[in-house]
């Protein structure tokens, strides 16, 4: 009896396959500013260099609050600099609030994956690469950094700062339709939503730094209505 051959190509590696895969994915970095004048510029050049090396296809989205220090204006050259298929300014009149501004983020992301972070340069976009790979790695919902595991660490930084993640587009859509905050306290609304929803939940340790220039953003009023958000979270979930 003849031997049976199966034709076609070779079976693939697993990081072949999730090469491949990320190859055919498009990462969607939402960036909320306010007065981030000097920090823009590098945190942008930094999440280029970072998404280029890797070979990952990306767009920046930023969403401005009407900076008085010019930051938008600074965003427009960043535009000409890389080109608005790379750099989209989605500018709104004043400061709306951090929720509303991943809102108006979504809006224009073509991203299948969303990734949301702070322009203080908190969170360094070399980690951006890792969280991909542990959302491939583990088929995850969404990857989260943290400071609480393996070799992560803070430098300067305190429990009032922002958490750097990374969302498929459709639960972060979803997600959003839930939260109720609209402050500094959504994105931690958002983890409990989605625990609440069953959706998977992968983490990477990341180091965290304070921000290099200007004000933290939180101001006493903000930090009242922080704390009255987790109030309200907690009575609601």
């Not at 500018?91 to 949301?116: C, D």
């Not at 393996?150 to 009032?160: F, R």
């Not at 990477?204 to 933290?216: K, L, M, T």
Request: aromatic share 10%.
């Amino acid at each position: 009896m003849a031997s049976l051959e199966v034709s076609g190509s070779p079976p693939r590696s697993r990081r072949e396959l999730e090469v491949r895969s990320t190859l055919q994915d498009k990462y969607s970095v939402l960036l909320p500013t306010y007065n981030e004048r000097e920090n823009l510029p590098l945190i942008v050049w930094l999440l280029v260099k970072s998404f280029s090396e890797s070979g990952i296809n990306y767009e920046i989205i930023i969403i401005d609050d009407g900076s008085p220090d010019g930051t938008r204006d600074v965003a427009e050259q960043l535009e000409k600099i890389y080109g608005s298929d790379r750099i989209l300014l989605r500018p709104r009149e004043k400061k709306l609030g951090l929720g509303t501004a991943y809102i108006h983020g979504m809006k224009h992301a073509t991203g299948n994956y969303i990734i949301i972070m702070d322009a203080d340069l908190s969170h360094h976009p070399k980690f951006i690469p890792e969280f991909i790979r542990k959302q491939k790695e583990g088929n995850f919902d969404i990857v989260s950094g943290t400071r609480y595991k393996g070799n992560g660490g803070v430098y300067g930084w305190d429990l009032k700062r922002k958490i750097i993640r990374l969302y498929r587009k459709e639960v972060l859509e979803k997600l959003i339709e839930k939260c109720v905050s609209k402050g500094y306290v959504f994105q931690m609304e958002m983890i409990v939503r989605a625990r609440q929803l069953n959706y998977t939940i992968g983490e990477v340790p990341i180091s965290f730094v304070d921000r290099v220039y200007g004000e933290s953003k939180l101001g006493g009023n903000e930090i009242v209505s922080f704390l009255r958000g987790l109030l309200t979270l907690f009575a609601t979930t």
